[in-house]
């Protein structure tokens, strides 16, 4: 899912949860490193938070 990390994980954490998503800290490192499968709900809401992470500042 991430190959180079961008940002930190706590900071992805963060947005992700301030998207809705349900998982730990711990849960949503494993997803990057796709040691656990997140639901789909979960996949939805971290690529809504990397999207976010990755919008340029204007």
């Given at each position: 899912m991430l190959k180079q990390e961008t940002v930190g994980i706590a900071?992805?954490?963060?947005?992700?949860?301030?998207r809705g998503g349900h998982g730990t800290g711990f849960?949503?490192?494993?997803?990057i490193y796709e040691a656990?499968?997140?639901?789909?709900?979960?996949?939805?809401?971290?690529?809504?938070?990397?999207?976010d992470l990755n919008r340029p500042y204007v």
């Open positions: 900071h992805l954490w963060l947005k992700y949860r301030d849960e949503l490192e494993a997803y656990l499968k997140p639901s789909s709900f979960d996949l939805m809401m971290l690529a809504r938070a990397l999207t």
